[in-house]
């Protein structure tokens, strides 16, 4: 255990429809990142949370969304889903302004059908 | 963000030692070298990190080029559950970790 707990661990869904990955970072760790990682494009970078604000943006689509909580769990959302959004969904959490490593979930697998 | 340089894959027998080279040419001052695993079906795992010397952990330990353009990770004695694809990144502060392809490491019985 990593200490980041995402959730569910796997999501199958329709076309169209729209889910909630949710992610609880370790304790004490202040910032949220989220990744996508699909077969042919490896991991890229989505966006980052820290303290409850947004602080970077990265290939992240207009049909999907986050949020970090005052509780500092964090919310991707989804919708509209596509067939291409199949990918694993990962978070990660560090302690801000640190060159420590940063700690990841172990991923939501999406399968849009 | 600055690029780094890795093989597509490599091979190591069981028990013996793995150097996994990393090229990073135009690192700037304040890059710190991080490396990361992931196996198989598991989220990234932080490896072990460093600036300008090397360092040494319970997981591997990470030799730096004295110029600081290439860095080596060395898991000094190789299991099979070392198979890993293997990131070489270079990060500053809070910045978001930049993935390239990394390093798919199999090992070999």
């Known amino acids: 255990d990593s200490g980041v707990t995402q959730t569910p661990k796997h999501l199958i869904t329709a076309t169209g429809q729209r889910v909630t990955l949710r992610c609880s970072p370790r304790s004490g760790d202040l910032s949220v990142y989220w990744y996508q990682q699909s077969l042919d494009q490896g991991l890229q970078f989505l966006i980052q949370y820290y303290n409850g604000e947004e602080r970077a943006k990265g290939n992240i689509l207009e049909r999907f969304s986050a949020q970090q909580f005052p509780d500092l769990h964090s919310e991707l959302n989804l919708s509209s889903l596509e067939l291409g959004d199949s990918a694993l969904y990962f978070c990660?959490?560090?302690?801000?302004?640190?060159?420590?490593?940063?700690?990841f979930g172990s991923g939501t697998r999406l399968t849009v059908v | 963000d600055a690029k780094t340089t890795q093989p597509n894959s490599m091979e190591s027998n069981e028990e013996e030692p793995v150097h996994l080279p990393c090229n990073h040419s135009t690192i700037s001052g304040t890059d710190y070298i991080h490396w990361y695993r992931q196996l198989p079906s598991q989220g990234p795992e932080y490896v072990i990190h460093g600036l300008t010397s090397n360092v040494n952990n319970r997981m591997a330990s990470l030799a730096i080029a004295e110029d600081r353009k290439s860095s080596t990770l060395i898991l000094h004695r190789a299991t099979l559950r070392d198979a890993a694809v293997y990131y070489c990144?270079?990060?500053?502060?809070?910045?978001?970790?930049?993935f390239g392809t990394g390093t798919r490491l199999t090992i070999i019985p």
């Open positions: 990144i270079l990060h500053f502060g809070n910045e978001k970790l930049t």
């Open positions: 990660a959490s560090s302690v801000y302004g640190t060159n420590y490593g940063y700690t």
